[in-house]
């Protein structure tokens, strides 16, 4: 959800604290998302109904005496298609399984396993084991005998420095082995059924570091050499879906941190938040990926597509509690959507089951991923009257709407979800059925406009029928203010010379150019009201006029007066009320040219928005441009002048800013003072 870079971890955190009383069936607070990936407090999404500790489990000792035995440590789990559970009893050397309801069903593994930490069942029933300690993988049957062990890979191709060390491990159809390697950075080891190594798969990417990147420009060769090299970060766990697609997860990042890989090791998600301490991950029957949080007792469920669900759980600081977790270490999704996460601290696994609002989204959703919008249609509004803030419905409706031909609707829906990608498809149907109905008309419209104006214009040389026009243009041209305002197209089209009669010759005046900045923050106002949603990077409905006026004003007036002082100090030609009139008359591209091309922009989708950002850019640039002559003309400098007057302007400005946010937080303080002092006396003549 390349939207959730933008979820606020902080707010996160702080609604973890809100009062929780309410919430009678979980002890902790369960959040969606809304539009702009910010955390909607929802309702419970899984709540506790049970635990497996590992009690009922009974062995007999050298004596013949029967006892119960407890799970211990805890570091994985899987369940397979039947049902079973299959935990990594890490701490007792062995494998256990459970069947669907937690009864104890036999033990796998004991004399042979050392330390198991990953275990996988593939659809045949057997038994995958990652073992840390005996640096093996352990093949197993059905009724638990040992088929096959394979320990470091021959080839040199693995590696001859390359530590063997299994942590977890998957399976696909034709058995070929996907395991994460303790500090294996390359990526996942995969070996085929025979225990041949293939190669390494899905490896991460080491990320940008500047102080990396600054060295390696610098420093000499043998300076690198002495430096450590930067290695990407290898994957902690691993899950795989019944299609055979790869899903690693990767401690220590936060975003990305949970990839889906093919079959070519391409990561087919993209701006996924990730936890950074996460503990394992999981996928189930339709798709939706699970994740646990070692230290914070975070559960995170996402969607097929890495946009998140739900997020729960929490930290148990000694209350004991059913659904609060010591030390995650394993989560599973059993076949009824039973989510059982394995607590390594508390040497147990919690189940939690999902809610009605839960199996509705996942209904949903099934249909959706299906490619069955309509199908989905009804599950979404129920979950829409459950939560009206749960965006992924609006998306799921629109893409209904969309299937039926509704186009309209699904706009609405899609502005909703702000899903800007499937908002351009609805509105380029919209676009070509319009296009489709009236293009003839407006085509035999504007050819026979030109041919109007052509005429006219013939008529007009022949026998002047258009005198009064021209001559009342003219007069109005006369206009001194409305001459100065026309200025700007002069000034556009001939900076040089716009700019040496803008001073010389009164072409602007400070009344002219004040109009104009009047105007710019009329442009600013339309621009954000009437660009294209697809294009637009703010919330219309969460403009402030104030901060906009702050925002095109602040800037603009701190540009002017720290320009003068510059120059003042530079022998600058320039005075105030010239830099005034130049740096107004400099944004005239921006004034003339940003309003229309908003307008401009509703009729565009996203297959046209380069020619939407080509033009944004040019306004941009090109004022940029007439700013550089201003500095220039007006000052009487050389082009390295310029430049330098420029650089120390916005080093000013800069300084201004430090200077303003200094002032006006010891403004509050001394109002905070003031206050404190005020409260004082009005508390001491009261006691008087």
């Not at 211990?72 to 701490?91: K, M, N």
């Not at 996942?188 to 899905?202: A, D, V």
């Not at 197209?489 to 009047?518: C, I, N, Q």
Request: glycine fraction near 8%; charge should be neutral; proline fraction near 3%.
């Amino acid at each position: 959800m390349g939207k959730y870079g933008r979820i606020v971890m902080t707010a996160v955190i702080a609604l973890f604290f809100l009062p929780q009383a309410a919430l009678a069936n979980a002890p902790y607070v369960t959040f969606t998302f809304d539009d702009d990936g910010l955390p909607v407090q929802t309702q419970s999404a899984y709540v506790p109904a049970g635990v497996i500790d590992g009690f009922r489990i009974t062995e007999t000792d050298e004596n013949g005496e029967t006892r119960s035995v407890p799970l211990s440590g805890p570091e994985d789990l899987f369940i397979d298609a039947r049902g079973d559970v299959y935990v990594a009893d890490t701490g007792n050397a062995r494998i256990v399984v459970f069947d669907v309801w937690g009864n104890y069903k036999r033990m796998i593994g004991q004399g042979v396993l050392a330390r198991p930490t990953g275990v996988f069942v593939d659809d045949e029933g057997t038994v995958y084991v990652a073992d840390y300690r005996n640096e093996k993988v352990y093949l197993f049957d059905k009724d638990g005998t040992l088929r096959q062990e394979i320990g470091r890979p021959a080839s040199r191709l693995f590696g001859a420095n390359q530590p063997f060390k299994p942590v977890k491990i998957v399976a696909d159809k034709r058995q070929n082995m996907y395991v994460v390697g303790e500090g294996t950075v390359h990526g996942l080891i995969q070996i085929n059924k025979q225990g041949e190594f293939l190669g390494y798969f899905g490896g991460n990417k080491a990320g940008f570091n500047l102080t990396r990147y600054l060295q390696r420009l610098l420093y000499t060769k043998e300076q690198l050499d002495k430096l450590m090299r930067q290695l990407p970060p290898s994957a902690t766990n691993v899950a795989i879906d019944r299609e055979g697609l790869v899903y690693t997860g990767t401690a220590g990042v936060r975003m990305d941190g949970i990839k889906k890989l093919n079959v070519a090791g391409k990561n087919l998600l993209s701006n996924v938040w990730t936890s950074p301490s996460v503990a394992d991950i999981t996928v189930d029957a339709l798709g939706n990926i699970y994740a646990v949080d070692a230290i914070r007792g975070w559960v995170v469920e996402y969607d097929p597509e890495g946009r998140i669900l739900f997020f729960f759980g929490d930290t148990d600081t000694g209350s004991q509690r059913l659904g609060l977790f010591k030390s995650p270490s394993a989560i599973a999704v059993g076949p009824d959507g039973r989510v059982f996460v394995a607590d390594k601290q508390r040497s147990n696994i919690q189940i939690l089951k999902p809610t009605e609002f839960t199996l509705l989204v996942h209904e949903a959703i099934m249909y959706y991923m299906d490619g069955k919008y309509a199908e989905s249609e009804r599950p979404w509004q129920d979950v829409l009257r459950l939560n009206s803030m749960f965006g992924l419905a609006h998306t799921g409706l629109g893409m209904a709407a969309l299937k039926q031909g509704d186009y309209e609707r699904a706009l609405a829906e899609f502005r909703l979800a702000n899903n800007k990608e499937q908002y351009s498809n609805a509105y380029w149907e919209i676009r070509r059925i319009w296009l489709m109905e009236h293009a003839s008309t407006a085509i035999i419209v504007i050819v026979a406009g030109i041919a109007a104006l052509l005429i006219l214009e013939k008529l007009h040389r022949k026998y002047g029928i258009l005198r009064a026009v021209a001559n009342g243009w003219r007069r109005f041209r006369g206009i001194r203010l409305v001459s100065q305002l026309l200025h700007t197209f002069r000034l556009m089209r001939h900076p040089v010379d716009g700019y040496w009669e803008l001073e010389a010759e009164g072409k602007a005046s400070v009344f002219s150019a004040t109009v104009l900045l009047v105007l710019l923050f009329a442009v600013r106002l339309v621009v954000l009201y009437q660009t294209n949603f697809l294009f637009a990077d703010w919330d219309v409905r969460k403009i402030s006029l104030f901060n906009e006026v702050l925002t095109v004003y602040v800037p603009f007036f701190a540009w002017v007066i720290c320009n003068y002082l510059v120059s003042t100090i530079n022998d600058g030609e320039g005075k105030f009320k010239d830099i005034y009139k130049g740096s107004v008359y400099a944004l005239s591209p921006y004034i003339v040219f940003a309003g229309p091309l908003a307008v401009l922009s509703q009729g565009l989708t996203r297959l046209e928005q380069v020619v939407y950002e080509f033009a944004s850019a040019a306004i941009v640039l090109y004022s940029a441009f007439l700013m550089f002559m201003m500095v220039k003309e007006i000052h009487g400098y050389e082009i390295g002048q310029s430049f330098k007057n420029i650089f120390l302007t916005l080093v000013g400005m800069a300084i201004m800013a430090v200077l303003a946010f200094i002032l006006f937080g010891l403004s509050n303080q001394v109002t905070d003072f003031v206050y404190s002092i005020y409260q004082e006396v009005k508390f001491r003549v009261q006691d008087a």
